[in-house]
T-cell receptor
Framework: DAKTTQPTSMDCAEGRAANLPCNHSTISGNEYVYWYRQIHSQGPQYIIHGLKNNETNEMASLIITEDRKSSTLILPHATLRDTAVYYCIADTNFGNEKLTFGTGTRLTIIP | GAGVSQSPSNKVTEKGKDVELRCDPISGHTALYWYRQRLGQGLEFLIYFQGNSAPDKSGLPSDRFSAERTGESVSTLTIQRTQQEDSAVYLC????????????????FGAGTRLSVL
């Protein structure tokens, strides 16, 4: 699995867009970028994933650079319930089956 | 539908006792995973099941840890002779595709069992 690097913590004002960066400069061509989040005292929750193209779902948008060395998770209108640790994971879809969670970004939404 | 269910939600035990943690995955999910999360730290992978076989046990920290799974349903994680360093939240996840397919890494997690060893 490619190593990912994320800022330790970020703040965002309620109602604004939260942009969470992730660097994965050693990502290989068959590795996807996955995002999960973990709200306090809960298990991690899947958010979104992508390979090359930008992706959007009801929770967030994922922007992947053309060289695939970095990506940004966007929460378009952050609410207090979005306060959580956000994990960026690069992984293939074959072989090693476990997810490797790093330390993630602790996002705090400020009222 | 129902999500991944783990029991008990909290377990307090004395050092040296054995404990069993239970995980009920989402119905139809063939793959099941156990992770451990110590206070303030990230998730550590323990073991992965595809059906009732365990192709990857690489994360089990010692021979005091074992896990089994009945068919494609419930799994139990057993810790024998518990030590204080075993105190953590034990998380279970399941996914619908065990091998291949881009949905393999979409894992659905339970709320975890918080184990405290006194």
């Amino acid at each position: 699995d490619a190593k990912t690097t994320q800022p330790t913590s970020m703040d965002c004002a309620e109602g604004r867009a939260a942009n969470l960066p992730c660097n994965h400069s050693t990502i290989s061509g068959n590795e996807y970028v996955y995002w999960y989040r973990q709200i306090h005292s809960q298990g991690p929750q899947y958010i979104i994933h992508g390979l090359k193209n930008n992706e959007t779902n009801e929770m967030a948008s994922l922007i992947i650079t053309e060289d695939r060395k970095s990506s940004t998770l966007i929460l378009p209108h952050a609410t207090l319930r979005d306060t959580a640790v956000y994990y960026c994971i690069a992984d293939t879809n074959f072989g090693n089956e476990k997810l490797t969670f790093g330390t993630g970004t602790r996002l705090t939404i400020i009222p | 539908g129902a999500g991944v269910s783990q029991s008990p939600s909290n377990k307090v035990t004395e050092k040296g006792k054995d404990v069993e943690l239970r995980c009920d995955p989402i119905s139809g999910h063939t793959a099941l995973y156990w992770y451990r999360q110590r206070l303030g730290q990230g998730l550590e992978f323990l073991i992965y099941f595809q059906g009732n076989s365990a192709p990857d046990k690489s994360g089990l920290p010692s021979d005091r840890f074992s896990a089994e799974r009945t068919g494609e349903s419930v799994s139990t994680l057993t810790i024998q002779r518990t030590q204080q360093e075993d105190s953590a939240v034990y998380l279970c996840a399941s996914s619908p595709v065990g091998t291949g397919g881009i949905s393999r890494n979409i894992q659905y997690f339970g709320a975890g069992t918080r184990l405290s060893v006194l």
